[in-house]
């Protein structure tokens, strides 16, 4: 198991302006980003930390402790969903040093090249989208999220016409 705590202290610093960059224009995507980065999402584990939550069981498999490392990433239900984003928008072939695994999908992506910007907003969604599952007790999908990421996108395409969203032109006529 990949220990956060282990990189965030190698890589706080560059992951946080990274996405405090991609995330400046939106305070609910960066809400969330921000009690990621500071450890103080209410998981389940955390809730029964502070005797909020009867158990601190995963809200989507039941199975494992919903530790922040777990739902936004080792959760099977969770991870098959990124590996399915990432084969149907063909991420590995199209964004530079794209590698699946926790730093990505819980911190960011920190290379500075002309996709950082759009690909850490995009995958702050896919973040939300899966903790509001988790609030809402419903189970995320790759349709779910195809739903909210192209409405988002939209949003942000149009605050800032700079934002690279190449990469989501496959989901674009769903
Ligand atoms: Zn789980």
Same mark, same amino acid.
């Given at each position: 198991m990949t220990s956060l705590n282990r990189i965030e202290l190698n890589f706080l610093k560059p992951y946080y302006s990274a996405q405090y960059e991609a995330l400046s224009r939106d305070t609910s995507l960066r809400a969330l980003q921000f009690k990621i980065m500071h450890r103080i999402v209410a998981t389940n584990r955390l809730l029964f930390k502070i005797k909020i939550s009867p158990y601190d069981l995963c809200?989507?498999? $039941?199975?494992?402790? &919903?530790t922040i490392e777990h739902i936004f990433w080792e959760c099977t239900i969770v991870k098959n969903i990124w590996f399915q984003i990432t084969t149907e928008l063909d991420l590995e072939n199209k964004i530079p040093n794209f590698k699946l695994g926790p730093k990505l999908t819980i911190l960011g992506y920190v290379e500075k090249n002309c996709h950082q910007i759009a690909l850490n907003i995009f995958l702050a969604i896919v973040r939300q989208y899966i903790f509001r599952c988790r609030l809402d007790s419903s189970e995320p999908s790759v349709n779910g999220i195809k739903n909210v990421a192209i409405y988002r996108c939209g949003i942000h395409k149009n605050i *800032? *016409?700079?934002? *690279? $969203? &190449?990469?989501m032109h496959g989901w674009a006529d769903l």
């Open positions: 809200s989507f498999c $039941f199975t494992f402790s &919903e *800032n *016409n700079k934002l *690279n $969203f &190449e990469f």
